[in-house]
C-alpha cells in the first residue's frame, strides 16, 4: 500500500493564490511514480479531474482551470504540485492527488481549499 500525503489547502480570498503539493508517505522507498493528477470534489458533485502530468512531464488541464493552474513533479523526490492563481468561489471544493505507483493508482486523503472573500 502506498500512502500519499497532501498539504497546501486551506482558506484564500478571490483572485489569491494557493499551491497544494503531493508526496508518498515514504517516498524513498518507491522506485519511480507514473502518471499524477489532481482531482477536486465540490459539495453536490462528483469527483473531476483538474490536472495531469505523465511520467515525462506532459500535461493536461480541465478547461475551467487552463491559463490559472500549473501541475509540476518532481521525480527525485516522487512530489507533484499544484500551483493556483486567479482563485475564483468555484474553484472551492477538496482536492485529491492520485499517482499511479507500479500500475495501480492510489488516492490521497484531500485537502480543502475554500475561495471565500
Known amino acids: 500500500q502506498v500512502q500519499l500525503v497532501e498539504s497546501g489547502g486551506g482558506l484564500v480570498q478571490p483572485g489569491g493564490s494557493l499551491s497544494l503539493s503531493c508526496a508518498p508517505h515514504e517516498s524513498e522507498s518507491i522506485f519511480s511514480v507514473g502518471a499524477m493528477a489532481w482531482y477536486r470534489q465540490a459539495p453536490g458533485q462528483q469527483r473531476a479531474l483538474v490536472a495531469h502530468?505523465?511520467?515525462?512531464?506532459?500535461?493536461n488541464y480541465a478547461d475551467s482551470v487552463k491559463g490559472r493552474f500549473t501541475i509540476t513533479r518532481d521525480n527525485a523526490k516522487n512530489t507533484m504540485y499544484l500551483e493556483m492563481n486567479s482563485l475564483k468561489p468555484e474553484d472551492t471544493a477538496v482536492y485529491y492527488c492520485?499517482?499511479?505507483?507500479?500500475?495501480?493508482?492510489?488516492w490521497g486523503q484531500g485537502t480543502l481549499v475554500t475561495v471565500s472573500a
Open positions: 492520485n499517482m499511479v505507483v507500479g500500475f495501480q493508482g492510489y
Open positions: 502530468i505523465t511520467a515525462v512531464g506532459t500535461t
